[in-house]
């Protein structure tokens, strides 16, 4: 598998793009055991880190001077910096929890591999890698210390899935295509016909992950090369480049489990990664299993109605149990792998119809949020439900998307466009009356000029013809190319209406009303 991701520099630096290969490493028996015990380190260092660090944030939040300072208001200049020098002294700075991660490290040590125990050369987590861990721990610590989450949870020691390093000479280094590491030197498996990875390959290394995945019960090892330079155009069979990136401006109205897109070269109407839940059934029916197989192990932990008791418990697991464990993770890789791929196909043909790329901005973690007004239905009496869009935000991961377009845009130069959504409001203008009008989320079809139109393919539609501000409108451009649009968009709704589609589509609706 191969994947490639562009990262830009500063902004007063050189430009540099880098490009990611995956690639599955050659390993033995002794390999697997000597990588599983390095994880398991790794894992130990990052909960130690957790748990010492948030001890100091907990006495940061209760201490009188932080209760002082967040009294401040918020425009006051004293504020922000007497923040800073609390931070300092309670050592909860990114320079601190490095240091601590460095010296934690020499609690850790593992024998070199290719040694026996009377030459005694111990070796213990490279520094570079202690630092990555420093800053993963980081983040997670800046969420409670910022009042983003509640509680921090620690790694089990078969859940860290990546360590990397910094650079290419010390640590984990890719040299004359085997991986080595403290004694491990492990082969990477390049397919005969993978001229593509081959070609990456003949960039320069920066620095190395090595990914641990447990496929179908089995781990495996693959490394991770991140590569300087963009990633080359893959050819098809004919010999004709492939996801060539085309010309003209297009319109994205994304939503939580549906994409619209409008430009001169074409439109797309489409689920997002429809196969996810294909797979969600079955995961359910495992979840299902595997919380009748824990009740009938551990019954004094449930309480008569089911539910888990509070308080400290021992578990016991049945070898049934743990398959049905590795069953369910296996689905939820392949709900990622194949997210991944279908997101990958749709930035691919969206990219096709253009290079000028805008879309409204979207708070996916907001709608994720269960709402906190208490509403009753007016046919049942009964309070209404108040979850939002959290699981099928988790499931089609929309924000995935934007952020491959981006990716992919860097690597001529160009950025996805994001519009202030406030003030062009596209769900709602009209562009014949040059207003806007109000409509409900379940209203998916409307009228415009006397025309059907479908309420995400017409928003997309608008969002193209926004001008370089990114806050205004071009009506005469609309209402130039509007005939052209409808054509396209009847097109489009006739070919799904021959295949099974999600309500929010409004397919149905819209094919009920032509009709």
């Known amino acids: 598998m191969i994947k490639a991701t562009s990262k830009k520099n500063k902004p007063n630096s050189t430009l ?91 609690r850790f040590t593992f024998q070199k591999v290719g040694t026996t125990k009377f030459q005694t050369p111990r070796v213990h987590i490279h520094s570079q890698i202690a630092q990555n861990l420093a800053y993963r721990a980081l983040q997670a610590i800046e969420q409670m210390m910022f009042h983003r989450a509640d509680e921090l949870t620690f790694h089990n020691l078969e859940s860290l899935g990546t360590l990397e390093g910094k650079s290419n000479t010390t640590g984990i280094r890719f040299i004359d295509r085997k991986v080595k590491w403290a004694g491990l030197e492990m082969k990477i498996r390049v397919k005969k016909n993978d001229t593509y990875a081959r070609q990456m390959l003949t960039n320069k290394v920066k620095y190395c992950r090595i990914v641990r995945k447990t496929i179908r ?133 969206i990219l096709a119809l253009g290079d000028d790329v805008k879309v409204e901005e979207m708070n996916f973690a907001g709608l994720k949020k269960r709402s906190k007004k208490t509403e009753k239905s007016k046919k049942t009496g009964r309070n209404k439900r108040k979850k939002r869009f959290g699981k099928s935000i988790g499931h089609r991961a929309p924000a995935s998307l934007l952020l491959i377009i981006d990716r992919k845009l860097g690597y001529i130069d160009k950025d996805l466009k994001c519009i202030n959504t406030k003030k062009v409001a596209a769900s709602q203008y009209n562009h014949v009356s040059n207003q806007r009008v109000k409509k409900a989320l379940s209203v998916r079809v409307h009228i415009v000029d006397g025309k059907l139109v479908q309420r995400d393919l017409y928003s997309s539609f608008v969002l193209m013809f926004v001008n370089n501000d990114l806050e205004t409108i071009n009506q005469v451009g609309m209402i130039q190319f509007f005939e052209e649009y409808l054509k396209i968009q009847d097109d489009i709704m006739k070919k799904n209406s021959e295949i099974a589609t999600p309500k929010c589509m409004g397919v149905k609706e819209f094919v009920k009303k032509v009709s």
Not at 17 to 41: C, H, P, Q, W, Y
Not at 90 to 98: C, R
């Open 16 to 106: 540099k793009d880098n490009m990611v290969l995956e690639l599955e490493l050659v390993t033995s028996g002794s390999d697997i055991k000597a990588l599983d015990k390095r994880f398991k380190i790794a894992a130990n260092i990052y909960n130690t880190l957790i748990r010492v660090f948030k001890k100091r944030v907990n006495r940061l939040h209760h201490s009188k001077e932080y209760k002082e300072t967040c009294d401040l208001h918020k425009d006051d200049p004293n504020r922000k910096r007497r923040f800073k020098e609390l931070r300092e002294e309670y050592e909860l700075s990114k320079g601190d929890i490095e240091k601590y991660a460095t010296d934690l490290t020499k």
């Open 217 to 349: 019960g089995k781990v495996r090892f693959y490394v991770q090369l991140v590569l300087e330079g963009t990633p080359p155009l893959k050819l098809d069979k004919e010999g004709n480049f492939k996801h060539m990136i085309g010309t003209g401006t297009v319109g994205i109205d994304i939503g939580v489990s549906q994409v619209a897109v409008t430009s001169e070269n074409g439109m797309i109407h489409e689920e997002l990664a429809p196969g996810v839940f294909q797979l969600e059934q079955k995961k359910k029916r495992l979840l299902r299993a595997m919380d009748r197989s824990r009740k009938a192990n551990n019954p004094e932990n449930f309480n008569e109605d089911g539910t888990v008791k509070k308080g400290k418990k021992k578990w016991v697991n049945s070898k049934h149990y743990e398959k049905l464990r590795f069953r369910h993770k296996d689905i939820c890789r392949k709900q990622k792998v194949y997210r991944i791929q279908a997101h990958n196909r749709m930035a691919n043909q």
